[in-house]
């Protein structure tokens, strides 16, 4: 293995004198900062994502990964953030989001087992992934955090199998992705295959009484957060639970919908957010007690579908759970892959004994949404010979 040197506040230490008791001596003269270097490439560490956030998001692919959302969360959910940022010859090349978080191992199973980890994802329930830049340097960059970070470390949403034989890699919930060519929200319905336009016209009947406001997240009320933490007490893949000021002071990308009966009570709401080219579903709340009255939840994906349509979108991120109504209404699956991974050789063995208590169990199924002369596959191209909406195989 070729010596390394390590630089830390600016000063590099040679690798005959570095020892790991010197390194902790000099980081902490200087916590927000920790350099490795090995010949062209470096891999450095901050405490928060100001100082590089033009670099950074440079490389980000969705809005989620970028330095403003990343400062959001700094500061309206903090759980001990910090960054990895590899460069090869001084140039950002890649960069990976970690947070320190208990959440339940046992997720996907019917048992819980709550631990404190280490994520490599963004410190919010989303589907993006904490890895961003170019993939070719990703299993550099996981090798270094795996020999930095300690105890349980958990990958979050990445989606090509990363090449470390050390990894647990399992099944994350897939996300449901509607990718459309529709002109407006009539063509989307005309182009649905008779029983999904069927469900989406009787579901919509319920709503037909149905106010429906939009403002900025600044509108945000207790009222809000109370629906929102009922989808909390309930959800089974809940990693953590948020403030109100979270939801309060969003930026202006983010648009607060809600929806109110005639007795001006809330029934449900949704926060999406518009990034370039994609409009994508953030959170939503929802009170259970008039839910199966006015078909709330599918009425209020349907909401977020036509919203985007007629805005202009042709990628509507719907996220990730809810498996079968967003694939009828047209959500195409994609894959999403996590590992877990414990320096301890014996731990390993043991995540891995239990690996199918551990990841999703992939739905496999299939669903023709749209008539044949307009089909949707996971590519996201269009025509006759292509096969059904939510195909993974095309």
């Known amino acids: 293995m070729a010596r390394s040197n390590f630089v830390v506040g600016g000063q590099e230490s040679s690798p005959q004198s570095f020892t790991a008791h010197t390194a902790s001596q000099r980081c902490n003269k200087n916590k927000n900062t920790r350099m490795y270097n090995n010949g062209q490439i470096s891999i450095k560490k901050l405490s928060s994502i100001e100082s590089i956030k033009h670099l950074w998001d440079s490389l980000v692919t969705d809005y989620y990964q970028t330095s403003e959302f990343s400062l959001h969360l700094e500061k309206y959910n903090k759980c001990f953030q910090r960054y990895y940022t590899l460069y090869d010859r001084n140039n950002l090349m890649a960069g990976a989001i970690v947070y320190t978080l208990p959440i339940n191992l046992l997720t996907f199973s019917k048992k819980k087992l709550t631990l404190p980890m280490n994520v490599i994802g963004v410190a919010v329930s989303v589907d993006s992934s904490g890895l ?127 929806y109110y009966n005639k007795k001006k009570e809330l029934i449900i709401w949704h926060i999406t957010c518009e990034y370039k080219d994609v409009y994508s579903f953030l959170f939503g709340g929802i009170n259970y007690e008039k839910r199966d009255e006015y078909h709330a939840y599918y ?34 699956r994609i894959s999403k892959k996590m590992f877990i991974y414990h320096r301890n050789s014996l731990v390993r063995f043991i995540l891995k004994v239990f690996k199918k208590q551990l990841e999703h169990k992939g739905n496999s199924e299939t669903l023709k949404v749209f008539k044949n002369e307009y089909t949707i596959c996971s590519s996201g191209t269009t025509g006759r010979d292509h096969r059904v909406a939510a195909c993974n195989d095309c």
């Open 132 to 258: 961003i830049g170019d993939s070719a340097y990703y299993d550099t960059l996981i090798d270094h955090i795996i020999k930095n970070e300690k105890g349980i470390i958990l990958c979050l949403n990445y989606e090509s199998k990363l090449n470390q034989h050390r990894l647990i890699q399992l099944n994350a919930l897939p996300t449901f992705i509607v990718k459309h060519h529709f002109v407006d929200f009539n063509l989307y319905l005309n182009k649905m295959r008779h029983p999904y336009r069927r469900r989406v016209i009787q579901a919509m009947k319920y709503f037909e009484d149905v106010v429906k406001t939009t403002e900025l997240c600044s509108s945000f009320t207790d009222e809000h957060y109370t629906l929102y933490l009922n989808i909390m007490k309930k959800s089974k893949t809940q990693l953590e639970v948020l403030s109100k000021d979270f939801f309060k002071n969003l930026p202006e990308n983010f648009t607060l919908t809600s």
């Open 299 to 332: 009425n209020n994906l349907i909401g977020i579908i036509k919203e985007g349509i007629v805005k202009g979108y042709k990628t509507i991120n719907l996220g990730q759970t809810a498996e079968v109504p967003k694939m009828r209404l047209g959500g195409e």
